[in-house]
């Protein structure tokens, strides 16, 4: 007989802190015992007892194909019988580059690496030694992976788990960091004022999604490319999450707002660990060998991170997004429908396929707006969510994913399972 989660989970906090190697898996601000996932397939997971559940996390966003795609399947094992990794060039390296540089017009040029906090901090790197300076600016509430000098207000698990920043950042990384508001122009432009010639580079999450989905204003990603134009900084686009997710060429494609650095991960791997970074070839030329900025990875472009990105990319084409941004729609005009059905204050907040329910809330424009949504009422929505048999993150703080697996009959389901789990966790 296999073990429950009840039993795993309890085996697991003797094992591994909180019982989980990413820290929101633990279901600590939602409460209750995590499920441990047996398998997955197109839409749904798969609990150790047997349970089936409709799919939101979609792994924090690489399964944007659904899991264990025929087409990603046969690709991995296709490349599994070839070896594992070689430490030496190899030909899906190559068609991953250039599959990735066609989508992607401000990227001339590509490094892959094994995550996202890679690609992030590998990139802030870049952006010092191109600029000469060291300080940069982000987002309160943008999540950029957890390198040192990024884990200063940095949303996601930090914001989920109420944590300060992090203890073990040395106050050099942190005083490194300057903070800005999300949508907000002026914020960014007081720094600048104050120390503009020190500043390397400005780095977003086009559309935010680590404090739950936040769109950009308009403008506001535009002020921030004439600013940093203006102050001779570079501007990057943290794409892990929404590169091709919210459109074929990412945000930048979306928007119409050309970053100088870009970085990837999530959806590049196709649910193996990668991440990327690129841009123009002029500053992509600065990293070894072909210039002095340092950066290497023993796994980087592995042959099978390679090959299920590849395939999953190769299904996203322009049909794809049309596919995904319908049944979005959808999923985001149903819960519209319920949440007026029964009075209850909320909004959705959605940009293709990424969205978020924020209760208490009839917009949220940054962090703060992000914060003053009812996360207690989030938390009874989601244990009801799970008992109906839908699996959505497990914070207010984070997006939910459609898959091209979420067909018509999925999202009815949802819908359905919605309506009844507004009406037992609001008492509506
Ligand atoms: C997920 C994420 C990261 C970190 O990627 P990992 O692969 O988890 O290290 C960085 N930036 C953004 C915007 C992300 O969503």
Redesign the pocket.
């Known amino acids: 007989m296999t073990a429950s989660s009840a039993d795993l989970f309890a085996q697991a906090q003797q094992l591994m802190p909180g019982g989980v190697n ?1 820290p929101v898996r633990a279901f600590r601000s939602v409460g209750g015992t995590p499920r441990f996932i047996d398998h997955a397939e197109g839409c749904h997971l798969f609990d150790v007892e047997g349970r089936k559940y409709i799919d939101y996390i979609g792994s ?2 690489p399964m944007i194909v659904g899991h264990a795609h025929p087409e990603v399947c046969e690709a991995l094992e296709q490349t599994l019988r070839r070896g594992t990794s070689f430490g030496a060039p190899s030909t899906l390296e190559v068609e991953l580059a250039r599959e990735i540089i066609d989508r992607v017009p401000s990227m001339e040029m590509v490094r892959m690496v094994n ?6 901090m590998s990139a802030l790197r870049l952006a010092r030694a191109v600029t000469g300076r060291n300080k940069f600016v982000k987002f309160d509430g ?5 390198a040192d000098a990024l884990l200063v207000k940095a949303g ?1 698990g930090v914001a989920t788990l109420g944590l300060p920043d992090s203890p073990g950042v040395t106050p050099g990384a942190a005083a490194d960091t300057l903070i800005a508001t999300f949508n907000d122009l002026e914020s960014v432009e007081a720094i600048f004022r104050d120390g503009g010639p020190e500043i390397a580079a400005v780095i977003v ?1 086009p559309v935010a ?2 404090m739950g989905v936040v769109p950009p204003q308009p403008g506001f990603l535009e002020g921030l490319r004439s600013i940093t134009h203006e102050h001779e900084a570079l501007l990057i686009f ?5 590169g091709f997710r919210v459109a074929r060429g990412g945000a930048q494609e979306l928007f119409g707002v050309q970053p100088d650095i870009t ?1 990837l ?2 959806i590049i791997g196709g649910g193996l ?1 990668v ?1 990327a970074y690129g841009g123009s070839s002029r500053i992509m030329a600065q990293i070894a060998p072909m210039g002095p900025v340092y950066q290497a990875g023993t796994l980087s472009g592995n042959p099978l991170a390679m090959a299920a990105g590849l395939a999953t990319l190769k299904i996203l084409d322009r049909q794809a997004y049309l596919t995904l941004e319908q049944q979005s729609a959808k999923l985001a005009d149903g819960l519209d429908r319920l949440l007026t059905g029964v009075k209850v204050s909320a909004c959705v907040q959605r940009v293709g396929s990424m969205l978020t329910l924020f209760f208490g809330k009839q917009k949220v424009s940054d962090f703060s707006d992000a914060r003053a949504a009812d996360h207690t009422q989030f938390a009874r929505f989601f244990q009801a969510m799970l008992q109906a048999g839908v699996h959505l993150p497990p914070s207010g703080y984070e997006a939910w994913f459609i898959s091209l697996a979420h067909d018509d009959a999925t999202i009815d389901l949802t819908l359905a399972c919605t309506q009844r789990a507004l009406r037992v966790s609001t008492g509506a």
């Open positions: 990413s924090w966003g995550s996202g906090t890679e690609a992030v943008c999540y950029h992976g957890h996601s999450e999604g680590n943290d794409e892990v999450m929404t970085t991960g999530k660990p991440g």
